[in-house]
């Protein structure tokens, strides 16, 4: 199924006006951006929506990406999770995943039909690769007869070698459930999170659960002495921390989650202020969802997610790249497939909860 180039028409200067217009109503404008860099923006996001018609694709986006992105082009917007089963219910022939590497091989794998594009083809993630499959198979001979629980923010080599995959949403819930069967798991590769979910789930590190040491560049550096700080500084403000942070730093903040279940904590609750101790696309997108509240922020830039530009993604859709097309090849495809499915049985199974 190989993409034809095909160039996108320029707009007219009536449709760059309504497509300013439709920028600034979804928010483009209350983050900053000026009138002519507007005008810059509504062009390639113009182009990128008639493109992706034609091309019959469909652009999912992470929260962490560029707001111009998902408040401009993309059809889903998600974390990890909510993509791979969009792009999986999609019957769209080509997927422009804006998000790093192993998102666009997550996509792949539950959908081998489709022509899988990555804008940025050396988005890849401090996480997912402080494992290799091999590691993995050097663990399960280590403990014979646990399972090997995956982060999702893994490659499809790796996942092809574990039992189930999670995310930092369902990762408690799911975990729960295997206990219930199981003394030991195995969970990679995040150390922070492996240790936030023993401190939940009230297991012995080493014994009950195993963990290994790889970390996300973001999550891993805020500093929980900070947070006594604000919170002299905004009375009242709610503190919430994503699931990747150190312990020391989710033991002193109001919510632990994923990024939807941040999201979630803003929308139901009515604090003064809300600080997101996250990546700052994060905190970008809940300002657009919710102007009425106010944000302190702390965050952090995540280089690979940040890779994705517009641009690019026009690009991916006018003459891609061959390193922009995601294969995985058929026997770890099928092997990686399993562990994703079993995710999405166990996370919906009322009774893991
Ligand atoms: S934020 Fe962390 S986990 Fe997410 S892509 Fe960046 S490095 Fe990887």
Same mark, same amino acid.
């Given at each position: =199924?190989?993409?034809?180039?095909?160039?996108?028409?320029?707009?007219?200067?009536? #449709?760059?006006?309504?497509?300013?217009?439709r920028l600034t109503e979804k928010g483009l404008a209350d983050l900053g951006f000026q009138d002519a860099e507007l005008e810059k923006t509504a062009r390639l996001t113009w182009k990128i929506n008639v493109l992706k018609k034609e091309k019959k694709a469909i652009i999912p986006a992470h929260v962490y990406q560029r707001a111009e992105v998902i408040l401009g082009?993309?059809?889903?917007?998600?974390?990890?999770?909510?993509?791979?089963?969009?792009?999986?219910?999609?019957?769209?022939?080509?997927?422009?995943?804006?998000?790093?590497?192993?998102?666009a091989e997550t996509a792949k794998v539950l959908n081998p039909e489709k022509e899988i594009l990555l804008p940025a083809p050396e988005a890849g993630c401090s996480l997912s690769e402080s494992i290799t499959a091999a590691q993995v198979r050097a663990l399960r001979s280590t403990h014979p007869g646990a399972p090997v629980v995956t982060?999702?923010? /893994? +490659?499809?080599?790796?996942? #092809?070698?574990?039992?189930?995959?999670?995310?930092?949403?369902?990762?408690?819930?799911?975990?729960?459930?295997?206990?219930? /069967?199981?003394?030991?798991?195995?969970?990679?590769?995040?150390? =922070? =999170?492996?240790?936030?979910?023993?401190?939940?789930?009230?297991?012995?590190?080493?014994?009950?659960?195993?963990?290994w040491e790889g970390s996300c560049m973001v999550h891993d550096n805020f500093d929980?002495? +900070?947070?006594?700080?604000?919170?002299?500084?905004?009375?009242?403000?709610?503190?919430?921390?994503?699931?990747?942070?150190?312990?020391?730093?989710?033991?002193?903040?109001?919510?632990?989650?994923?990024?939807?279940?941040m999201m979630k904590y803003v929308d139901d609750n009515k604090a003064p202020a809300y600080m997101l101790i996250t990546e700052c696309g994060l905190g970008d997108l809940a300002r657009t969802r919710f102007p009425q509240k106010a944000f302190v922020p702390m965050?952090?830039?995540?280089?690979?997610?940040?890779? /994705?530009?517009? +641009?690019?993604?026009?690009?991916?859709?006018?003459?891609?790249?061959?390193?922009?097309?995601?294969?995985?090849?058929?026997?770890?495809?099928?092997?990686a497939r399993r562990p994703i499915e079993r995710m999405f049985e166990l996370a919906e199974d009322g009774s893991a909860s």
């Amino acid at each position: =199924m190989a993409v034809k180039e095909l160039r996108a028409p320029e707009p007219s200067a009536a #449709a760059l006006s309504a497509e300013v217009d439709r920028l600034t109503e979804k928010g483009l404008a209350d983050l900053g951006f000026q009138d002519a860099e507007l005008e810059k923006t509504a062009r390639l996001t113009w182009k990128i929506n008639v493109l992706k018609k034609e091309k019959k694709a469909i652009i999912p986006a992470h929260v962490y990406q560029r707001a111009e992105v998902i408040l401009g082009v993309a059809d889903m917007i998600g974390d990890s999770y909510k993509l791979a089963k969009l792009c999986a219910e999609s019957r769209a022939e080509r997927v422009v995943f804006c998000g790093v590497r192993f998102m666009a091989e997550t996509a792949k794998v539950l959908n081998p039909e489709k022509e899988i594009l990555l804008p940025a083809p050396e988005a890849g993630c401090s996480l997912s690769e402080s494992i290799t499959a091999a590691q993995v198979r050097a663990l399960r001979s280590t403990h014979p007869g646990a399972p090997v629980v995956t982060y999702i923010n /893994t +490659s499809a080599d790796v996942k #092809a070698e574990s039992d189930v995959v999670v995310t930092s949403a369902n990762a408690p819930k799911i975990l729960r459930k295997l206990y219930e /069967t199981h003394k030991k798991i195995v969970f990679i590769p995040d150390e =922070m =999170m492996g240790r936030n979910l023993a401190r939940e789930l009230g297991k012995t590190l080493g014994n009950e659960l195993v963990i290994w040491e790889g970390s996300c560049m973001v999550h891993d550096n805020f500093d929980a002495a +900070s947070v006594e700080f604000y919170r002299k500084m905004y009375p009242g403000v709610k503190i919430l921390a994503h699931f990747e942070c150190s312990p020391g730093l989710v033991s002193v903040v109001d919510f632990i989650g994923g990024t939807g279940d941040m999201m979630k904590y803003v929308d139901d609750n009515k604090a003064p202020a809300y600080m997101l101790i996250t990546e700052c696309g994060l905190g970008d997108l809940a300002r657009t969802r919710f102007p009425q509240k106010a944000f302190v922020p702390m965050c952090r830039l995540c280089p690979h997610m940040k890779a /994705t530009d517009l +641009s690019r993604v026009l690009r991916a859709l006018e003459r891609p790249a061959a390193s922009s097309r995601i294969d995985v090849p058929e026997a770890i495809r099928e092997r990686a497939r399993r562990p994703i499915e079993r995710m999405f049985e166990l996370a919906e199974d009322g009774s893991a909860s």
